[in-house]
């Protein structure tokens, strides 16, 4: 077991967890894509992703490395001491195992859609506000915001998100350091944006913006 500062652990392993926790998402997507459509709401999504993740895990197939992460589904979190149901959960993580502190990677998941679920939930104090306020990921130098897009398309859903960050007043309440710009991860991740802010705590944090396609797949192929 390795033991030492978190910061120092972070540095150690970032780059290759954020390579593992986006390719395990891309994975589950791709093997969540034939039940994924517009009425599931977003437990249900991020169940079936988390239930995808785990079994990727255990499948022979999978790189000998990945034996070095668990799932975190609906992980209980108290940043403010709270107990019970009065906790926060985490959508899902993956955890790197066999260091000390365990390091989380987290991704906070919106569903999206016109009419119901707008952009402004995903950049509200229950999205993007979540990490921004500490409530989410402290100490973590970056996470995955997740866009569960269940009408349109991905090049809707990035414009709705340039838009958020273009408003007037973005600037103030997402705390924004670097504004939205393309990155490309994984080929298997296409229309992945990113951006840097500053949390309460004065700790930047990176943010990746992964668009996911959960319309029914006969929807989506005539779009």
């Known amino acids: 077991m390795i033991t030492a500062e978190p910061g120092a652990i972070w540095d150690a392993h970032l780059e290759a967890m954020r390579l593992h926790a986006h390719q ?13 459509h517009e009425e599931l709401d977003e437990p249900s999504i991020t169940g079936l992703l988390g239930e995808a993740m785990r079994a990727r895990l255990d499948a022979p197939e999978t790189p000998h490395e990945y034996i070095l992460y668990e799932i975190g589904d609906q992980v209980p979190i108290s940043p403010a001491g709270q107990r ?8 899902l993580c993956v955890i790197r195992t066999g260091v000390k502190p365990r390091l989380r990677y987290i991704y906070e998941a919106k569903r999206l859609r016109t009419n119901s679920f707008p952009i402004g939930e995903y950049v509200g104090p229950a999205g993007i ?9 402290q100490g973590c130098p970056e996470a995955v915001m997740v866009g569960l ?3 349109r398309d991905a090049g809707y859903w990035q414009g709705e998100l340039h838009r958020s960050f273009g408003a007037a007043d973005a600037g103030w309440h997402l705390a924004v350091l670097e504004g939205l710009a393309p990155v490309k991860v994984l080929e298997s991740l296409p229309a992945e944006l990113k951006s840097v802010h500053r949390r309460a705590d004065a700790s930047a944090l990176l943010l990746f913006h992964v668009f996911l396609d959960c319309r029914a797949p006969d929807e989506s192929s005539t779009s």
């Open 24 to 36: 395990l998402l891309a994975w589950a997507h791709a093997d969540t894509r034939s039940v994924l």
């Open 84 to 91: 019970g149901n009065a906790r926060l959960r985490l959508d």
């Open 129 to 137: 506000g979540d990490f921004l306020e500490c409530r989410y990921g």
């Open 149 to 151: 897009f269940q009408n």
